[in-house]
């Protein structure tokens, strides 16, 4: 039987888990496509799934939906026509979509979230001049690739394959802050990095305007107590056409009994400068993080309760 996805469907989460309750229809004119991916441009990538999803052209039909195990494609069948064909990993957690329509508009976004959210709901933390941006999740690491025009045909009588060659659409970021003492009082740490895009549109590879921050987590250097590092992904700094105006601050909040310390950068140039990285970034910082230590009788970790100390303000690394 020959089957395929309604895209209909998208506007019921069939985007955002790779498992889903699957709805077919049955075509007489449909031909079965192999699909393959070349993980040259990616060679370290190794996703759970991929989706393929089939545009049509004339716009008269509706979009086929495929997921795929694995990294390395098989077959679907797919009605005959001619598409513009988008493929992406499925095995995300953090990612939503909207626009999911056409090609041009369907975007990964990630939703609201704060600093630090907890069971409790959001801790309120002070943010400075990010203060009016929206907090959103981090993404989870995603590739992509596009092809236009595909022919699908059943006159043509030989086995029809089409081949992704996908990359890398979200950018790795390490850290490490120099600096810190009594960093064995920490009790939590958390961080953030402002005037990020907090969208992808997934046909074009092409960034959201808006800015956003982004939270993320921390830990003690266990080679070096004296460190503080960590990782995240992100999409990446807007479109180009913004990243003059875009100023990125970095920011750490650590949490104490006795107290709690927040430490602010700037890491724009380290974002942007030349031969920067496209897809990895490491972020150096230095300051003077001096973390409270609590004493006899001292309450526990209550985080949002109490003074922030705000040990650096955006130094100009």
Known sequence: MKRYFVF??????????????????????????????????APTADPDGMRVIFYPVDGNARA????????????????????????????????????????????????????????????????????????????????????????????????????FTPVSVTRHATYEISGVTNSEAITNIRGSLSGVSGSLFMGSNLLASETSTIPFDGMVDKTDDTKIIGDFYFFGCCDTRLRQA????????????????????????????????????????EGNIDIPVAGVGDGGFEPGVGEWNDENEDLDL
């Open 246 to 285: 875009s100023r990125h601050k970095f920011t750490i909040y650590c949490w104490s009994k006795a107290g709690n310390v927040m430490a602010s950068f700037n890491v724009t140039e380290q974002l942007h400068g030349d031969g920067t990285d496209p897809e990895e970034v490491h972020l150096v910082m």
């Open 64 to 163: 086929v939906v495929e997921n795929l195990e694995g990294k390395n494609g098989g077959a679907v069948d797919v009605p005959e026509g001619t598409y513009n064909v988008v493929c992406f990993n499925n095995d995300t957690e953090n990612i939503r979509w909207r626009g999911t329509g056409s090609i041009e508009t369907i975007e990964a976004f990630t939703r609201n979230t704060a600093i630090l959210e907890t069971m409790q709901g959001p801790v309120d933390v002070p943010r400075g001049d990010s203060d009016t941006e929206p907090i959103v999740l981090a993404p989870d690491r995603m590739w992509r690739d596009r092809l236009d025009g595909v022919v699908i045909s059943k006159e043509d009588e030989t086995e029809t394959v089409i081949s």
């Open 8 to 41: 209909g469907l998208l506007c019921a989460g069939i985007l955002t888990a790779c498992k889903h309750r699957e709805l077919y229809y049955e075509f007489e004119h449909t031909k079965s496509v192999r699909v393959e991916f070349d993980w040259s441009a």
